[in-house]
């Protein structure tokens, strides 16, 4: 990519979409020759039956209800705000930007829909798709996540020169990119709205998955605030540097097997020490005063 694009990108979505302005040609100039350039910001009429959907969308999730509420005003304002795409070839157009104004306008019913046509290859169709995502719509934390990832990996961007693009600093960006190291089943809780961007960013900062997960399924029962959590994550750290430096003797396989077993009984990382004579302790963690009790009614306390 050029340096001139790459100015322009940095510049935001508008400034590469009036870069690569193109225009549908009438039919007339389709058969005789080059269309000429129309005034720039025109809106062309095109047929909903004739777009196909970006296939570099980033967003997967649409808002039932909210879709419905936009096709009732389609159908009572029309659409005010045109969506954006490429032209294919004569008849056929994919779309850049706007596919849940696209959903809302078929969902009313509209066979025609305004558009501003463009030029664009696959790459700046990427980059334009994943910008006006990111910029315009209100994807969830993880959406955002595999956008960035996929700016860096199939743009070949860094961190500094994607956050020029969207607009955010570089530890944003590093933020949202360490949720996509977090375990599947809490970036499912993050996706689906059931704990916060706060939640996760304390997650992160626990080193073992296990500990972050075991957590993760405190916050969905008992509610936990980001503060507590954070207390909690604080407290790990703290465990974990106390104990760097001292390699514990290695367990036999039947002390591991055993030490496996009360972990999965007790919900939480149980440890046994066991010297060479035999002699040892058993410790199991607690990180808050209810799953204290909770292992103590397990134990009959």
């Known amino acids: 990519m050029s340096a001139e694009k790459r100015n322009a990108l940095g510049k935001g979505l508008s400034a590469l979409l009036n870069d690569s302005v193109s225009v549908l040609p009438n039919k007339?100039?389709?058969?005789?020759?080059?269309?000429?350039?129309?005034?720039?910001?025109?809106?062309?009429?095109?047929?909903?039956?004739?777009?196909?959907?970006?296939?570099?969308?980033?967003?997967?999730?649409?808002?039932?209800?909210?879709l419905a509420e936009l096709a009732d005003s389609i159908k009572l304002q029309g659409l005010i705000q045109p969506i954006t795409v490429r032209r294919v070839n004569q008849h056929r157009y994919q779309l850049i930007s706007g596919e849940r104004r696209l959903r809302a306008s078929k969902q009313a019913g509209l066979t025609q829909i305004p558009a501003y046509v463009r030029t664009a290859n696959d790459q700046q169709m990427l980059e334009m798709a994943l910008i006006e995502n990111i910029q315009r719509e209100n994807l969830n934390a993880i959406e955002v996540a595999l956008s960035f990832q996929r700016m860096i990996d199939e743009c070949h961007l860094k961190q500094e020169e994607l956050g020029e693009r969207v607009s955010k600093n570089r530890s944003t960006v590093t933020n949202y990119l360490r949720l996509l190291k977090l375990p599947p089943a809490i970036q499912a809780s993050i996706r689906d709205g059931q704990i916060s961007m706060g939640h996760a960013r304390a997650l992160i900062t626990i080193n073992d998955p296990a500990k972050q997960l075991y957590i993760h399924k405190l916050i969905n029962q008992d509610g936990l605030s980001v503060r507590k959590v954070e207390e909690m994550a604080r407290d790990l750290q703290r465990s974990t540097v106390k104990k760097e430096g001292k390699q514990p003797e290695p367990l036999s396989f039947q002390v591991q097997k055993i030490q496996s077993d009360l972990a999965s009984k007790f919900s939480t990382q149980v440890k046994l020490k066991v010297n060479s004579q035999g002699k040892g302790s058993i410790e199991i963690p607690f990180l808050s005063e209810d799953d204290l009790n909770r292992i103590l009614e397990m134990l009959d306390w």
């Not at 100039?29 to 196909?52: D, R, Y």
């Open 28 to 66: 007339t100039e389709l058969k005789t020759g080059p269309a000429e350039v129309n005034p720039m910001g025109s809106v062309s009429e095109i047929n909903i039956s004739e777009i196909e959907v970006n296939p570099f969308q980033p967003r997967t999730d649409f808002d039932i209800e909210a």
